[in-house]
C-alpha cells in the first residue's frame, strides 16, 4: 500500500524556484518540464517503497538523487 506523501512548504518552494531557475536559464519549459516529472517519479516510488532512499547522516531522513538534485524525505512508519 502506498504511504501519503506531504510536501513541507519550504520543498514546495523550493521546487517551484529550481523550476523557474530553467525555464528562466533555458527559455523554455522543456527541462523544467522533464525535472518537474522527474521528481514526482521519485515521489511516487518512494510513496510505494518508503526506505528505498539513503539514509541521511544516521537521522530520521533519507534521500533519492533526481539528476544534480537531492530529494530528503522523513519516513513515518
Known amino acids: 500500500?502506498?504511504?501519503q506523501i506531504k510536501w513541507?512548504?519550504?520543498?514546495?518552494?523550493d521546487r517551484l524556484q529550481i523550476l523557474d531557475y530553467w525555464f528562466r536559464r533555458t527559455g523554455n519549459k522543456k527541462y523544467s518540464t522533464y525535472l518537474d516529472a522527474g521528481f514526482i517519479d521519485l515521489v511516487t516510488i518512494i510513496s510505494k517503497f518508503p526506505q528505498i532512499?539513503?539514509?541521511y547522516k544516521n537521522t530520521e531522513f533519507?534521500?533519492?538523487v533526481k539528476?544534480?538534485?537531492l530529494l530528503f524525505y522523513e519516513w513515518n512508519k
Do not use: C, P, T
Open 53 to 55: 532512499g539513503r539514509v
Open 1 to 3: 500500500m502506498a504511504k
Open 62 to 64: 533519507r534521500f533519492m
Open 8 to 13: 513541507s512548504e519550504n520543498a514546495l518552494q
Open 67 to 69: 539528476d544534480n538534485y
